[in-house]
């Protein structure tokens, strides 16, 4: 199985600032007959279901605010949030859909600092 | 507007059985895979089991083949997980999930197992 490995665990950031979430995978997530990268994003707030933010480790789901991007290739990724509003605080997740079985990273939980 | 509506949760003792379902409205169910993904009380998501367009592809976690069953039916534009032989450890909020391909791009609210004795 893929493992996901999420860093920091938690992070606080002051509103306005840049967060960044990092997320490793155990093996490489670039496909070389598609030459994509098969891992995206998502944020859960408390009390929701996840919500899809990027996928294709840099493509923005329709609708999310431009603030969130995602770069990375191969096992090193990142998710960037360039200026921090109060209502991006909920818990950050990166997955992988390279092959079964999907996994998930740990979460990052992002707060107000 | 794109609907998923998980039901069928609740308590279960060991051992015991439940049947999700997933009811899918606002789109057509048989365009997509779809995927079930669960989350234990205060815990991480984990993915449990997917299945393509046809039924003809399923794909499940380790720890739950051979005890849980995905299904569908296209023309309900619905789902299904069958759970057997629930452990404690399966005690999770289970959501419904639609897939572009792999890409868990809509989830219901989701549905609470409680495996307990």
């Known amino acids: 199985d893929i493992v996901m490995t999420q860093s920091p665990d938690s992070l606080a950031v002051s509103l306005g600032e840049r967060a960044t979430i990092n997320c490793k995978s155990s093996q490489s997530l670039l496909s070389s007959s598609t030459n994509k990268d098969y891992i995206a994003w998502f944020q859960q707030k408390p009390g929701q279901p996840p919500k899809l933010l990027i996928y294709?480790?840099?493509t923005r789901e329709s609708g999310v605010p431009d603030r969130f991007s995602g770069s990375g290739s191969g096992t090193d990724f990142t998710l960037t949030i360039s200026s921090l509003q109060a209502e991006d605080v909920a818990v950050y997740y990166c997955q992988q859909y390279y092959g079964a079985p999907i996994t998930f990273g740990q979460g990052t939980r992002l707060e107000i600092k | 507007e794109v609907q998923l509506v998980e039901s069928g949760g609740g308590l279960v003792q060991p051992g015991g059985s439940l049947r999700l379902s997933c009811a899918a409205s606002?789109?057509?169910?048989?365009?997509?895979?779809v995927h079930w993904v669960r989350q234990a009380p205060g815990k991480g998501l984990e993915w449990v089991a997917n299945?393509?367009?046809?039924?003809?592809?399923?794909f499940y976690v380790d720890s739950v083949k051979g005890r849980f069953t995905i299904s569908r039916d296209n023309a309900k534009n619905s789902m299904y997980l069958q759970m057997n032989s629930l452990r404690v450890e399966d005690t999770a909020v289970y959501y419904c999930v639609r897939g572009g391909g792999w890409i868990l791009d809509y989830w219901g609210q989701g549905t609470l197992v409680t495996v307990s004795s």
């Open positions: 299945i393509n367009e046809d039924g003809s592809e399923r």
């Open positions: 606002g789109f057509s169910l048989r365009h997509y895979w």
């Open positions: 294709w480790a840099s």
